[in-house]
Nanobody, 115 residues
Framework: VQLQASGGGLVQDGGSLRLSCVAS????????MGWFRQAPGKEREFVAA????????YSADSVKGRFTVSRDNAKTTVYLQMNSLKPEDTAVYYC?????????WGPGTQVTVSS
């Protein structure tokens, strides 16, 4: 399974971005999908995730109320709607898919929030 994310870019403090990540090249079945991020000089951290059915979503405390994770009906695309962005949200955002205890990672997309 390959993952390809898009939607990153440069935005001002308080702005919004929507990230998308498409899974392809294999069978996606009963897989959770989500997002991590890594800021310069920091460890990679969990941002948000959504269950296979889309019925359960999880997010880090730092993004609660600002970021929303969702997935499409085909369950091969996951989205991250990011509102009220802050400079501390600046990072490379990685899409991740977990299936049968195997984690697949995308190459990452840069999000930069200017103050």
């Amino acid at each position: 399974v390959q993952l390809q994310a898009s939607g990153g870019g440069l935005v001002q403090d308080g702005g919004s971005l929507r990230l998308s990540c498409v899974a392809s090249g294999g069978t996606v079945s009963r897989a959770c999908m989500g997002w991590f991020r890594q800021a310069p000089g920091k460890e990679r951290e969990f941002v948000a995730a959504i269950s296979w059915t889309g019925g359960t979503a999880y997010s880090a405390d730092s993004v609660k109320g600002r970021f929303t994770v969702s997935r499409d009906n085909a369950k091969t695309t996951v989205y991250l709607q990011m509102n009220s962005l802050k400079p501390e949200d600046t990072a490379v955002y990685y899409c991740v898919l977990r299936q049968s205890a195997i984690y697949y990672w995308g190459p990452g997309t840069q999000v930069t929030v200017s103050s």
